[in-house]
């Protein structure tokens, strides 16, 4: 299997700035503390990958910023002026929502991380690889087709998919396994039956009241939607329950020609923003079972960054991703001991029941 990777070093310059969730503010008590989505992490990640020698077993391949006519088939031109004017302020501006900050040129990079998209996208479906990730930033899935929020700008996934559409692709599985609902994909293809928009998500974790496993599309879009919003807690065991349950057979249903996975860490055990439970053992087995949905479907799949806040667990488990996409082991994770030890990874009661539920809602009987 060849790897397409694809890391730009000014995806981790992302100038979140501080306070995030929580904005600094003395007379609160609310100290200064860099913000949660600081691209760091995405850098960690990017790094390990390099010093642990997965990369030299991938075909690296270099960002190009994505072209208006591009970002525009999925976001309205009044919304991408607007952040266009305000990235051209000293201090940037904000997507959308107060809580998704950009520096001056933060345009440029949102632009740049949805051609990194493009790109990976392009090498398997020039068969210059057979699978490929994309470690972008900023991230996109809760992007809007009118608006920026959750501390995304351009919808990357929903710009890479609409790309593979327009270079012929007919149908498009999105996969959506970041921890938060991916709303914004959700949004842009509601009435769309060519692309799959599916969600693997914290039930009711962020954006509030969404994701519900009984929205469903519209017109020629219903069904289109699949939506699996898991209880809190869940482990490696629910997350794997999950992808045999509804993951592989709705998209075998749905019959992709490429599958986008929008790949957050965020599920992991050491997150500060969801409360699952994956570790790398997780992480590790998803990979292997969408690599052999991708096989069955004889689709090529791109996994594109999302979501994921723990610098000390994330690197750990996009390494273990990556070790399924290169077919090389190569880091030890150094806390799925202390995990092991926790326990709390097999599938419990309320957890097959609450699938069981969204089986039968998204008509998987
Ligand atoms: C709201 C607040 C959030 C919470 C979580 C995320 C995670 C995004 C991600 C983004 C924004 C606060 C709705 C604070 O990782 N996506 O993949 N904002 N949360 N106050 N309020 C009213
Ligand atoms: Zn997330």
Same mark, same amino acid.
């Given at each position: 299997?060849r790897? +397409?990777?694809?890391? !730009? ?6 100038d ?6 929580? =904005? ?10 860099? !913000?949660?989505?600081?691209p760091?992490?995405? *850098?960690?990640?990017? $790094?390990?990958l ?11 391949? =270099? ?14 031109? $009044? ?10 302020? &000293? ?5 959308g929502?107060?809580?998704? =900050? ?38 996109? !899935?809760?992007? *809007?087709?009118? %608006?920026?929020?959750?501390?995304? %700008? ?16 007919? *149908? ?9 609902h ?29 994701? !519900?496993?009984?929205? *469903? ?11 699996? =919003?898991?209880? &809190? ?7 794997? +329950?999950?992808?045999? #349950?509804?993951?592989?057979? +709705?998209?075998? #249903? ?17 997150? &500060? @923003? ?6 790398? $053992? ?12 991708a ?6 799949l791109?996994?594109?960054? $999302? ?14 991703? %990556? ?6 082991? +190569?880091?030890?994770?150094? @806390?799925?001991?202390l995990?092991a030890?926790?326990?709390g990874?097999?599938v ?9 539920r ?8």
């Amino acid at each position: 299997m060849r790897t +397409a990777y694809l890391w !730009h070093e000014a995806f981790g310059w992302a100038d979140t700035g501080t306070g995030g969730l929580a =904005p600094a503010d003395w007379t609160q008590g609310i100290q200064p503390l860099p !913000h949660v989505a600081s691209p760091d992490t995405k *850098r960690r990640l990017h $790094e390990l990958l390099a010093v642990s020698g997965l990369l030299d077993r991938c075909v690296r391949i =270099p960002a190009r910023p994505a072209t208006m006519e591009e970002i525009l088939r999925v976001h309205e031109s $009044e919304y991408v002026n607007r952040v266009h004017s305000e990235s051209e302020h &000293p201090k940037g501006g904000d997507c959308g929502d107060g809580f998704s =900050p950009f520096g001056k040129g933060g345009f440029d990079l949102a632009l740049l991380s949805s051609g990194g998209a493009i790109a990976v996208v392009d090498a398997v479906l020039d068969g210059r690889a057979d699978v490929g990730y994309a470690n972008i930033n900023p991230p996109g !899935h809760h992007a *809007r087709s009118d %608006m920026g929020m959750g501390f995304c %700008m351009f919808n990357n996934v929903s710009v890479a998919a609409a790309h593979a559409r327009a270079r012929g692709v007919e *149908r498009v599985a999105i996969v959506d396994l970041d921890v938060h609902h991916g709303n914004g994909t959700e949004q842009i293809w509601w009435k769309d039956g060519t692309v799959l928009a599916l969600s693997v998500h914290q039930d009711g974790c962020f954006p509030p009241d969404s994701g !519900h496993a009984e929205d *469903r599309g519209e017109g020629e879009g219903l069904g289109a939607t699949v939506n699996i =919003p898991l209880p &809190p807690g869940g482990g490696d065991g629910l997350y794997a +329950a999950t992808l045999t #349950r509804i993951v592989a057979p +709705a998209v075998h #249903r749905f019959g992709p020609d490429l599958i986008l996975v929008a790949s957050g860490f965020d599920a992991g055990m050491m997150d &500060p @923003l969801a409360r699952m439970m994956v570790t790398t $053992e997780g992480f590790r087995h998803i990979a292997k079972e969408l690599v052999a949905l991708a096989n069955a479907a004889q689709a090529p799949l791109v996994f594109i960054q $999302e979501g994921g806040y723990s610098p000390i667990y994330v690197p750990f488990c996009g390494a273990a991703v %990556m070790e399924v996409l290169t077919g090389k082991a +190569a880091v030890q994770d150094p @806390l799925i001991r202390l995990f092991a030890s926790m326990g709390g990874q097999e599938v419990r009661g309320h957890e097959r029941d609450a699938l069981e539920r969204i089986a039968a809602v998204v008509g998987l009987r």
